[in-house]
């Protein structure tokens, strides 16, 4: 079945990196994009970026550019999402979503479970 | 950038009965050149991912029961639980994506009255 399969929780201290893994399966996965989603403790939906798996082509939010880096391995059909400068606020549940641009315009149909970072001293 | 608000905050329904939640994009969510609204609703139970209950502003994706309904178009959109179920309890979030941006609205709690 289509499904994507995160890695599992991390927990760093403030000023680490941190790389989360988005297996992708069940479909071809060259032919979606990937948005990376987080979600702090008791709050809402905030989209990161995107990143075709068709091209390597992305798209940052303003508030994370400099500090975030999406990539993707078509070999292995993963996504990879990099958090660097971690401060005490990136502590949040981290999710990939599929982007179905074809049949549904670009929303998000299938979700990974979630990675959950926390940032801690 | 699109700005997404909804209304209300949250709300409390009895069994059996409509929740309507409402959500207002900062500007037009209408692509022109195929007359569709980009804009989805999303469901959240505690402990999950987002899962996908509505696109193109009213088209349901499969596997959603029919009790749950998207309107509106442009700026201005519906989600309405025509009779809520137990399992309805969850946040639920607009998104547009219409821009390269796409960002989500700050969620409706929905719980049982």
């Known amino acids: 079945q289509v499904q994507l399969v995160q890695s599992g929780a991390e927990v760093k201290k403030p000023g680490a990196s941190v790389k989360v893994s988005c297996k992708a399966s069940g479909y071809t996965f060259t032919s979606y994009g990937i948005s990376w989603v987080r979600q702090a403790p008791g709050q809402g939906l905030e989209w990161m970026g995107w990143i075709s798996a068709y091209n390597g082509n992305t798209n940052y939010a303003q508030k994370l550019q400099g500090r975030v880096t999406m990539t993707t391995d078509t070999s292995t059909s993963t996504a990879y999402m990099e958090l660097r400068s971690l401060r005490s606020d990136d502590t949040a549940v981290y999710y990939c979503?599929?982007?179905?641009?074809?049949?549904?315009?670009?929303?998000?149909?299938?979700w990974g479970q979630g990675t959950m970072v926390t940032v801690s001293s | 950038d699109i700005v997404m608000t909804q209304s209300p905050d949250s709300l409390a329904v009895s069994l059996g009965e409509r929740a309507t939640i409402n959500c207002k994009s900062s500007?037009?969510?209408?692509?022109?050149?195929?007359?569709?609204?980009?804009l989805a609703w999303y469901q959240q139970k505690p402990g999950q991912p987002p899962k996908l209950l509505i696109y193109?502003?009213?088209t349901r994706e499969s596997g959603v029961p029919d009790r749950f309904s998207g309107s509106g178009s442009g700026t201005d959109f519906t989600l309405t639980i025509s009779s809520l179920q137990a399992e309805d309890v969850a946040v639920y979030y607009c998104?547009?994506?219409?821009?390269?941006?796409?960002?989500f609205g700050p969620g409706t709690k929905v719980d049982i009255k």
């Open positions: 193109w502003a009213s």
């Open positions: 998104q547009q994506y219409y821009s390269t941006l796409p960002f």
């Open positions: 500007q037009s969510v209408l692509y022109s050149s195929n007359n569709k609204n980009y």
């Open positions: 979503a599929r982007e179905d641009e074809s049949n549904r315009g670009g929303a998000f149909d299938i």
